[in-house]
């Protein structure tokens, strides 16, 4: 794990978003360990996914939120003064800036970590999460670190993303709108429906990155509702469509490019315990790991200690 440093200890931007992910992971291993339980799956399919986009892809500003996350402000309204999202964390919003939404809110431990180690929120801030009063969210909401808007059930955030999107080209903003999905919310009707309508609008500022972990809260996507051919979908939709291999920080980053007219959709095939192979015995549950008991805590343990080692 680093210290939050935005500065690269190597000279080349592959290695430095290699160590974010790597050390995305041992965060979110870490915190599993420490409060028996966590998305850690999730954190194995999306590290390199996250940490490019991050550290390479998105182009935003420096972020202008406080270090460390300020308690929940209440809820939005004319009378509430004090209310603030979590886009701080990404940057100031202008219109050369591009704007993320991270559509999977369960996969918000990952994104705290990668906030954490791309120095865009102080590792205290972790020590927050999923208390009562704390914006640092089990289940992000728009006021948690690196959120703008509730993302709400599986499928809604396209939508949302959509319309910022067809609103930046109406007022002429050159920055993109980067989404990050799962692969389960292919099997929503409003994400096809979305996907109509920027491909309508030729929405070529929208460019969406899908973490294919082939893994859903009961299982494995192709026991529970199968969503291939998706390349062929997506293209028959209207998309633009690149397969790479999740894990390939160069092929990710690579896939980005502007496909003029279409949307674009990067289909990132992912191994839901890469880094982590421990948790592999746990198939086909994989979505959310709670500990049987201590024993096996310890085990997890032992295998944390190896990987920290490896990793420094």
Known sequence: ????????????????????????????????????????????????????????????????????????????????????????????????????????????????????????????????????????????????????LTAGSLGQCLSQAGGVALARRLKGEPGRVWVFMSDGEFQSGQTWETLHVLAHHKLDNVGVYVDVNAQQCDGAMKDVMAT????????????????????????????????????LFVLARTNPWQGIAILKERLPKLHYVRFKNEDERARYRVAFEAMQKGAE
């Open 228 to 263: 291939d051919p998706l390349a062929r979908k997506l293209a028959d939709f209207g998309a633009c469509v690149r397969e790479v291999d999740g894990h390939d920080v160069q092929a990710l980053a690579a896939a980005s490019a502007r496909a003029a007219g279409q949307p």
């Open 1 to 148: 794990m680093s210290k939050g440093n935005t500065s690269p200890a190597v000279n080349d931007w592959q290695s430095h978003a290699r160590a974010v992910a790597r050390g995305v992971r041992l965060r979110v291993f870490e915190h599993t360990i420490t409060h028996n339980g966590g998305y850690l799956s999730q954190a194995c399919s999306a590290a390199e996914l996250l940490a490019t986009l991050y550290t390479h892809i998105m182009k935003l500003g420096p972020s202008i939120a406080p270090p460390v996350p300020p308690p929940f402000p209440g809820v939005p309204g004319a009378t509430n003064d004090h209310y603030f999202t979590g886009v701080g964390y990404n940057g100031a919003k202008s219109a050369e800036l591009d704007r993320f939404f991270i559509s999977p809110v369960h996969y918000a431990l990952v994104l705290y970590a990668t906030l954490v180690e791309t120095g865009r929120m102080a590792p205290e801030g972790l020590a927050q999460f999923n208390k009562d009063g704390s914006t640092v969210e089990m289940i992000g909401a728009e006021h948690s670190p690196g959120h703008e």
